[in-house]
């Protein structure tokens, strides 16, 4: 054990203790912390009085609203975006935290354009990271988690993509480094949303990404969680798109997931059809 940043750090992955029923976590532990009574799909976002004026300050209450040290937040903001509040992904992933529409709408339920507000991402993304931080129990997982996606991780261990093998290192070793936030104050900027042209927000891949996070599922259960998420944008969105639209705006997410990570060894888009047709073949009418 030791004290980063005033947080109790556990450099070795310690086991579920069943006397005291604390989860122990390799990463950022605060001893007197309890699970916020809230909704399971809603991070409880309270009125501030006076309200951060600050980039710096909107990171420091998420991080101490979340229980996330505050250092850590930093060290993956930088590694997602640069602290650029206007970045948008090729895949369509938005502002400092990188947040996907889908994964927005199921994780806190933000629509796409709340997803601009700098305030509304920082709070999604750090509520987010810290129900994958509750899930799998340690920050190295978290990390991979949030950058490959939940469902691969598999028997307590991190895929071997190269790309979340360096992004789990270099975020890990910002945040060791004490030195991941910000020397200079940073505004909060005016951010303008950037009208959508691949169709992001109708992705049911972080509805299910979400729902994977806040229960209890095995790997094999996230193709099951895709085909009720797909219910979900249908009801969402009726009268406005059809299923197999849906469809291919998820299908699109997954094979850019695919490409990013496993490159020229990715499932083609065809083999992610057919995958998701072959799981939800049970639905009537789904497709």
């Given at each position: 054990?030791k004290?980063?940043n005033g947080w109790?750090?556990n450099?070795?992955?310690?086991?579920?203790?069943?006397?005291?029923?604390?989860l122990?976590?390799?990463?950022?532990?605060?001893?007197?912390?309890q699970?916020?009574?809230?909704?399971?799909?809603l991070p409880?976002?309270?009125?501030?009085?006076p309200?951060?004026?600050?980039?710096?300050g909107?990171?420091?209450h998420?991080?101490?609203?979340?229980?996330?040290?505050?250092?850590?937040?930093c060290?993956?903001i930088?590694?997602?975006?640069?602290?650029?509040?206007n970045?948008?992904?090729?895949?369509?992933?938005?502002?400092?935290?990188?947040?996907?529409?889908?994964?927005g709408?199921?994780?806190?339920?933000?629509?796409?354009?709340q997803?601009?507000?700098?305030?509304?991402?920082?709070?999604?993304?750090?509520?987010?990271?810290?129900?994958?931080?509750?899930?799998?129990?340690?920050?190295?997982?978290?990390?991979?988690?949030?950058?490959a996606?939940p469902?691969?991780?598999?028997?307590g261990?991190?895929?071997s993509?190269?790309?979340?093998?360096?992004?789990?290192?270099?975020?890990?070793?910002?945040?060791?480094s004490?030195?991941?936030?910000?020397?200079?104050?940073?505004?909060?900027?005016?951010?303008?949303?950037?009208?959508?042209?691949?169709q992001?927000?109708l992705?049911?891949?972080?509805?299910?990404?979400?729902?994977?996070?806040?229960?209890?599922?095995?790997?094999k259960d996230?193709?099951?969680?895709?085909?009720?998420?797909?219910?979900?944008?249908?009801?969402?969105?009726?009268g406005?798109?059809?299923?197999?639209?849906?469809?291919?705006?998820?299908?699109?997410?997954?094979?850019?997931?695919?490409?990013r990570l496993k490159?020229?060894?990715?499932w083609?888009?065809?083999?992610?059809?057919?995958?998701?047709?072959?799981?939800?073949?049970?639905?009537q009418?789904?497709?």
């Amino acid at each position: 054990m030791k004290i980063h940043n005033g947080w109790v750090v556990n450099i070795r992955k310690t086991q579920l203790s069943q006397q005291s029923g604390l989860l122990g976590l390799d990463a950022p532990f605060c001893p007197s912390y309890q699970q916020p009574n809230r909704g399971p799909l809603l991070p409880n976002i309270p009125t501030l009085i006076p309200k951060p004026t600050t980039l710096n300050g909107l990171v420091q209450h998420a991080a101490n609203h979340y229980h996330i040290d505050v250092s850590l937040v930093c060290a993956i903001i930088k590694q997602e975006s640069g602290w650029n509040p206007n970045a948008v992904s090729p895949a369509g992933a938005i502002g400092l935290m990188q947040i996907m529409p889908g994964t927005g709408k199921g994780a806190c339920g933000l629509t796409e354009n709340q997803l601009y507000d700098p305030a509304k991402n920082i709070d999604c993304g750090v509520y987010y990271f810290s129900q994958q931080l509750t899930r799998f129990g340690s920050v190295e997982l978290a990390l991979c988690a949030y950058n490959a996606g939940p469902y691969r991780i598999v028997n307590g261990e991190c895929p071997s993509f190269q790309e979340t093998t360096d992004y789990k290192q270099r975020v890990l070793s910002r945040w060791r480094s004490g030195q991941s936030c910000p020397q200079k104050v940073l505004p909060i900027p005016i951010v303008k949303p950037i009208p959508n042209v691949n169709q992001a927000y109708l992705s049911a891949k972080g509805i299910a990404d979400a729902s994977f996070v806040f229960g209890i599922y095995q790997q094999k259960d996230w193709w099951t969680l895709l085909c009720d998420a797909i219910d979900e944008v249908y009801d969402r969105e009726i009268g406005m798109v059809d299923r197999l639209t849906i469809l291919e705006a998820t299908v699109n997410e997954i094979y850019q997931d695919e490409m990013r990570l496993k490159g020229k060894k990715g499932w083609s888009k065809s083999k992610i059809r057919r995958r998701i047709k072959k799981v939800c073949s049970n639905r009537q009418k789904i497709f």
